[in-house]
Each structure stands twice: as C-alpha cells, then as structure tokens.
C-alpha cells in the first residue's frame, strides 16, 4: 500500500487517527494525538488490529460491518484500553478513502467523549442527590412554573394534604389544585392569598393554613431563578400542628404563672434560709465541738507536760511519752476535720505574707529526719534556689508538703525520700512552684488513684489497717493546692514507688519584705522569759485544769498570774489592777471573752492593756469577731509553750519581741 502525500497532514489534527489497512484491518499509520490518547508510542500501535485495541466485545460486529464496505462513512461510540490498563470513552468514525492508486484505506478519528460523559455522569447524580434531597426533607415541597402549573412535588406534601393515590399517580394538576383548595378552613381567604402570591412574582412570603382534616400548615413560598429570571414559585409546607398546640398550652400555663411565680419563689425563700439556717448551725456546732474537743486536749497536753516537769520514773516517763504521742496524734486529727469542714464550708482563709520555699522544705525534712532515720531511709532535699521576694502561706504550704512527705515515710520500708521544689511556671506577677515527694514505697495501682484524694479515701482499706490514718491528708492537700491556683496529683506504679506532687501560685513580693518563720513543733518545754521580762498579766480561763496548767506554766516562766474564772471576774480585776498582758478565753459561762474585751477596753486601765484571744474556735470568723472586739492577738489551744511565749513576748511592754 503506497500512501499519499498528504499523510503528514494528519498530524496536525486535534481527534486521535489512524490509518486501517481494509484487508488485514491493522493499523499502518497513527498521528501523535492517537499515540496520547492511549498513552503508547506510534510504533507500538502500528501493525496491531484495530479490534485489539477495543475493550467491547461487540466490536468485532462493527469490524465485520465496515469490511463488508456498505457504507463509506461509519459512526459508533466504542471503548478504547489504555497502556496502564484503564480506558477511554470515544466516538469512532471509519471514512474509507480511495487512493490515487485505486487501493482503499480507512480513516478512523476518534474523538475523546471521558469529559462529556464525566459531565453527564456528574448531571445524572446531582439530579440523584437532589431527588433524594428533596425526598427526604421533613417539610412537603410544591414547585410550580410562572402560570401556577404544578411542575413537581415530594412525597411529604402528598403526606400532609392527604392526596389520594390516584391523584398521585395521573399528577392531575387541576385535580390537586382543587383539592387543596377545598382541604383549608378558609377557602375563600387561600384563594385571595394565591391571587396575590401569582400577581407578585418575586414576592417571598410566609403564612399559616389551617386544614379541615385539623392539621396546621406553615407556608412559606419563593420564587425559583433560573439565569437570573424567575421560571417560577417553590411552595414550602410544614407541619406545625404540635407547635401550635404547645403555644396554646403555653398560653394556658401562662395566664397562672404569676401565682405559680409568687408560690416557687416563697418556697425557694424558705429553701434559702432553712440553707442558711443549717450552714450557720454547721458551723456552730463545728466551732462548738472545735472548744468542746480542744480544751480537754490541752488538759491533756498540759499535764502531761507539767507531770514530766515533777520529777518521773523511767517507766512513767515512757507512758508519759505515749500519752503525748498519742495525744497529738488526736490533735492532728480533730485539725484535719476542722480543716476539711472550714474548706467546704468556704471559710478558709490563706495568709499572704512572705515565703521562702526553701526554709519551709528545710523545715519539713528536719521535723522528719528522725522518723526517717528509725527506718534506716535516706531523707534528701533537692531546692532550686527561688526568689526572696515570694508572698503566699508559708504554714499551709508547709502543711501540704508535710502531709505528702509523712506518707512517704510512712509508706516506704526502704530507700529514699526526696523533697523537692522546682519553678514550674513564671509569670508576670508570680511564679507557679511545684512541690514533689518521691518515695521507693509500696506504689499505687491506677484504679486506685483516681479516689485517692477524695475525703476519707486510701488506696485500699488494707492501708488503713496496717498503716493507720484517716485519709485526710491528701484531701486537705489538693483542698490547700487549689486555694493557692494549683492543683495537685500523684505518679506511681505498685512496687515502684511514687510521686505526690502539688503546684501554688506564690505572688511576687517587694524585695523589702521578709519571708514569714514557719511554726515547728520542736516540743512542749517551755522557754523562760528574761528576769526583765517579768511581769503581772491576768489569765481569763473558765476550765479549772487549763487554768492550773497556764498559771504553773507561766509562772515557772517567770511571769506573775493573776486568774479570772469568767468574763465578768476578769473585767473587775481588769478595772483594779494595770496589767501588762490579758490572757483572754472567749467561749466561758457568764460572760464571754468577746463582752469582757469590749468591757475592759471601755475602762481607764483597759484602753492600752494588750489583750490576746486564747481559744479552741479556730474559724477565721471568731478571730474576726476578737479583732473586732478589741483584741491584738490570737492563738487557738491547744497551743505549743513556745508560741505562746513567743505572743507574749511580742506584745508585753518593752518586752523581748
């Protein structure tokens, strides 16, 4: 077959080509477009029958039909395969071409149809989703042209205007029309309405149909654009007959809700006092049981200390140490209820003074170092140096850190305990100071973690039982935590330890003010006052055996004591004789210590005389009510000797401060 001169010419078409021997049908000649199209080089397609390249078996009848010649021009859409497999949508048209020479051949263009049927394909399922969108819509949809012609509609407004299933399925347009017509209340006033939706092509409106069969319509129509014009009205009809009935019935309620108003709101008064009532009754009570509980206990405390100051035995030196051990253990914790009650009954107060971190972790590991040593424990103390200008509670934090490291010595049966501090965060006012305990303990599970620091809760009950305690100490802790802005939790795996950690936001401080001491226990001997020291002061204390341990205490001090069995004795002896200090106890038959301040400062010795409130209340509402009444101090029994030297101390004239 010799080919024309022209064949080039076919490379310059845009439609994919080839040229078909109508003897062998194998492909002799392709233009470039062809080799693109299916993605093979030139030399690849030539000489391969052009029914290879068809991926439809039905193009073996097409072959047949161009080879029989009985038509010189030849149209079909067929599919193509691609080199990598895939395939291409195209319409094939077969010209034959009669050569100069007499011979034949066939011109096959193949135009690429993938974006037209990708389009058609994109159409067919739009309208899909736009069929079922409009299925399955809750409200019933009506779209009519620009003459009130129905055009379409959905099942749903079938549904609401009860079509019947003829009318369904003839879509009569006149036949539903009227039957809507004849389906409302108010026929006359929907025919007006329509009249004026149809004169007002793009009106949008909304109204409300009442239907016979006793449904209640929301209709809403729009018009519908096309190109920017309208081509007609979309007609919106909802069911809102429960809506309707719930106005009404709101109506109803509505017309007693004044009365049901002035009732509710009597019964949440009454409600609100009887809460009040009972939280002032709680805390009554709680600062009630805070004196009936304290006041024994310094009894306790007190003669223990005096006993051991007569001269004992060995042995009764041991059962005294038992009793005093014992005796501040009952003390820590009546303390730690009193703490939880005060927190949640939101009247704990935080101190703001200065703090340094470092004497308070010192101070912890000293009040601790025996306990740890008896348990043959390394005790370690690992502080970043903070700054000197911090202002938070020092004795709180100092509490919170005790609680943690207590437990960890108390938990570990070998290893280490490791105090440390750290800055966890700093900010434009303060820094956030995290405080960890880390102990080669017993560990905790996980399951158990989550109730650890809920109130009156440990690990396991079995804890309890070979341990002791209450469970308070980790509630107080994440109590105290949150107070200071931080938080607290716990790192451990059973058999591997833990680490109970707390963070609290310290304020930043002027760089005058001094980091408040930290009170430690460091025993209940007492420290005498200096001869220059000694003078008379009236100690109010209606306890008789309290009484006799604060005058022997005093006294041996150094100081010369004058008592008073209540408030009423007190400001009588007060009003004859300038004493340089007043002990005053403020819960006492007759006259309480509040009356007697106020009594005593109202007389000519009492204006200046310093008077300290000694109290077993330990709520920061009754060292209010002392400060109110006159008083310059206050310390709650059962109180250490040494706190108490160091009050008077301070406020006696002239006196060691």
């Known amino acids: 077959m010799t080919l024309p001169a022209w064949l080039p010419l076919i490379e310059g078409l845009a439609n994919a080509v080839w040229i078909v021997d109508p003897a062998s049908l194998r492909v002799v000649a392709v233009n470039q477009a062809a080799t693109d199209l299916l993605g093979v080089p030139a030399a690849t397609l030539v000489g391969k029958a052009a029914l290879d390249l068809a991926a439809t078996p039905e193009d073996v009848f097409f072959w047949e039909e161009v080879a029989r010649g009985q038509s010189d021009r030849i149209r079909s859409e067929t599919l193509l395969v691609r080199a990598d497999g895939s395939t291409v949508h195209v319409e094939r048209t077969v010209s034959r071409i009669t050569l100069a020479d007499g011979e034949s051949i066939f011109v096959v263009d193949l135009r690429d149809q993938s974006a037209e049927r990708r389009t058609e394909a994109d159409l067919e399922r739009l309208l899909a989703e736009l069929r079922a969108t409009l299925e399955s819509t809750a409200d019933g949809i009506l779209v009519t042209d620009m003459h009130g012609a129905i055009r ?14 003829d009318l369904v399925i003839r879509r009569d347009d006149a036949a539903i029309q009227k039957w809507m017509a004849q389906g409302v209340l108010d026929p006359a006033t929907y025919a007006d309405r329509l009249a004026a939706i149809a004169a007002e092509p793009l009106m949008e409106t909304s109204d409300v149909l009442s239907l016979r069969s006793g449904s209640t319509l929301e209709r809403v129509t729009l018009p519908q654009y096309a190109r920017g ?64 509980i304290r006041t024994p206990m310094n009894a306790i405390i007190g003669m223990t200390s005096l006993l051991r100051r007569s001269g004992v035995t060995p042995k009764q030196e041991e059962r005294l140490d038992k009793i005093g051990a014992a005796s501040e253990h009952l003390l ?19 101190e ?42 020092p004795t709180r934090l100092q509490q919170a850190l005790l609680n943690y490291a207590t437990n960890a010595i108390k938990f570990t049966e070998r290893g280490t ?16 100071v995290r405080f960890e305990v880390q102990d080669t ?18 690990a396991d009950n079995s804890t309890t039982r070979k341990y002791g305690g209450t469970g308070l100490g980790l509630a107080i802790t994440r109590r105290l935590a949150e107070l200071m802005g ?33 009170a430690r226990d460091e025993g209940s001997g007492g420290v005498p006052l200096a001869e220059a020291d000694r003078r008379r002061i009236l100690l109010v204390e209606d306890d008789p055996m309290n009484r006799e341990i604060a005058v022997v205490v005093l006294e041996d001090a150094g100081l010369i004591v004058d008592a008073a069995a209540d408030g ?18 403020i819960q006492m038959p007759v006259m309480g210590g509040i009356e007697a301040t106020k009594r005593i400062r109202a007389s000519a010795n009492g204006a200046t005389v310093p008077i300290v409130a000694v109290t077993a209340n330990a709520f920061s509402e009754d060292k209010a009510r002392c400060f109110a009444a006159g008083m310059n101090d206050f310390i709650s029994k059962p109180f250490n000797p040494d706190k108490l030297f160091a009050i008077i101390r301070k406020w006696l004239p002239d006196g060691d401060a």
């Open 352 to 393: 703001q003074t200065a703090v340094d971190v470092g004497a308070i972790t010192s101070n912890v590991a000293s009040m601790l170092f025996e306990r740890a040593q008896a348990k043959k424990l390394k005790l370690i103390v690992e502080t970043q140096q903070l700054s000197d200008h911090l202002l938070g509670d």
């Open 568 to 585: 009423d004795i007190a400001v009588e002896m007060a009003a004859g004789h300038p004493y340089a200090l007043i002990l005053m106890d």
């Open 229 to 292: 014009r309208p081509i007609g009205r979309v007609f919106s009809f909802r069911d809102i007959t429960n809506l309707k009935q719930a106005e009404r019935s709101l109506r109803e309620a509505n017309e007693n809700l004044e009365a049901r108003v002035v009732e509710r709101t009597a019964e949440l008064v009454i409600a609100k006092n009887q809460a009040e009532a009972a939280s002032i009754a709680k805390s009554a009570f709680l600062a009630n049981m805070s004196h009936e």
């Open 152 to 165: 379409n509609y959905n099942r749903r407004f079938a549904e609401l205007w009860n079509l019947p299933h």
């Open 486 to 518: 931080g938080s607290a939790g716990v790192d451990s795996e059973p058999g591997a330890g833990s680490t109970f950690w707390f963070t609290a936001h310290l304020a930043k401080g002027r760089p005058e003010a001094a980091a408040a001491p930290v």
């Open 417 to 432: 305990v490791v105090l440390r501090t750290r800055v966890q965060d700093e900010f434009a006012d303060g820094v956030l």
């Open 332 to 350: 820590d914790i009546i303390n730690a209820i009193l703490d939880i009650s005060k927190i949640e009954a939101g009247k704990f107060e935080l």
């Open 441 to 458: 303990g017993i560990g905790i599970d996980a399951q158990a973690v989550a109730r650890l620091f809920a109130t009156f809760e440990q």
